[in-house]
């Protein structure tokens, strides 16, 4: 087994001396493919271009709601999603950055002005902080003080992602969420694949077997974890390719709540939950997850614990949710709704 101080040498050398931009990939897993989101196409347009181009991640894990909120970003690297975040949380809100590179860190500060006075803000409100993701006891943040944790393309570089869970169910505040993409790997890798430099550096020898990462996810107490959106990864490197063998790679964007109560199975109490509309960005359709889609206006049918995911979190003042747990319908059917399925893109059921 590879020490985890190795592993962390391996990184903090390939992202801070080795790449200079993100076009110095050798493959395309940890790059976003596809444009953004068109709610975030204006934020990104005012991020300095020093920090986009050094911009490494797999996806745009930038949240809806979160409008004065406090949140963090694991493995911030230069702060192309803080700064997009800090734009989203206000002058009242305040996001944080921790990366484990001090060549990233210096370019997401050496722009923290130039950032500031862009957005029009007249006190800085991010903050950047060298650390490693598995020790965030030793951030300057209280636990149970955060509203979101982000992170794009960093959790699989961890050599303890246990850590990394649960150092971020112990900051979230309850009804907190971690919201965030990362690359998934459809089996457990081979010694030769995840012991490899360049392959966990580029993102593929540390991604996990996703059902083993979500039963981790579960036994840290996020205890029904949510994909919004899952793609293939195209490493596009012929020797690499042959390295990784058969195993296949996505890139997923996933949402973990910190919630008590949530159950290991979606059960029916017979509620329903109709989004108000106004989601900045999300005014006439909010996907919870692939497979829970919401148009304004509309009564949905809701399991039990996805009833709490929008009654019990910061989403609450944009949704009604109607009934309780006072009585038991038996198991929930838990498919796609009506306005999933009839947008013609529903994935199918969660369970």
Not at 30 to 38: E, Q, W
Not at 50 to 78: E, K, M, N
Not at 174 to 197: C, K, M, N, Q, T
């Amino acid at each position: 087994m590879t020490e985890a101080s190795e592993l962390h040498a391996w990184i903090q050398d390939y992202y801070g001396r080795v790449l200079e931009k993100s076009e110095d990939l050798a493959t395309d897993a940890c790059c976003a493919s596809g444009a953004p989101p068109r709610w975030i196409a204006d934020p990104l347009a005012r991020v300095h271009d020093d920090v986009v181009s050094r911009f490494y991640g797999c996806g745009f894990p930038i949240p809806a709601a979160i409008q004065a909120c406090r949140v963090l970003d694991l493995g911030c690297g230069s702060g192309r999603d803080v700064y997009l975040a800090s734009q989203l949380v206000g002058p009242t809100g305040f996001v944080y950055g921790v990366d484990m590179t001090p060549e990233q860190l210096a370019v997401a500060r050496r722009t923290l002005d130039w950032h500031m006075d862009r957005f029009g803000f007249d006190e800085p409100n991010v903050g950047f902080h060298q650390g490693f993701i598995e020790d965030l006891d030793s951030l300057p943040i209280a636990p149970g003080s955060v509203d979101v944790v982000i992170s794009n393309c960093v959790v699989n570089l961890s050599p303890a992602k246990q850590a990394v869970l649960a150092g971020v169910h112990r900051l979230l505040k309850p009804g907190g969420e971690f919201f965030f993409s990362d690359i998934l790997a459809d089996r457990r890798l081979p010694e030769d694949v995840s012991a490899d430099p360049l392959l966990h550096s580029e993102c593929l020898g540390g991604a996990p077997y996703g059902p083993d990462f979500l039963s981790l996810a579960r036994r840290s107490g996020f205890l029904d974890p949510r994909v919004l959106s899952r793609a293939p990864v195209t490493i596009r490197n012929p020797a690499i390719e042959r390295r990784v063998g058969a195993a296949r790679f996505t890139s997923e964007t996933l949402r973990l709540f910190k919630l008590e109560g949530l159950e290991e199975r979606c059960e029916d109490y017979g509620q329903t939950a109709r989004y108000r509309g106004g989601i900045p960005g999300h005014e006439t359709f909010f996907a919870l997850d692939d497979h829970h889609l919401f148009e304004a206006g509309r009564p949905e049918r809701v399991c039990g614990n996805t009833a709490a995911m929008l009654e019990d979190t910061r989403f609450r003042p944009w949704f009604e949710v109607r009934g309780d747990r006072s009585r038991h319908f038996g198991a929930f059917p838990c498919v796609a709704t009506l306005a999933q399925q009839q947008r013609g893109d529903a994935p199918g059921a969660c369970c």
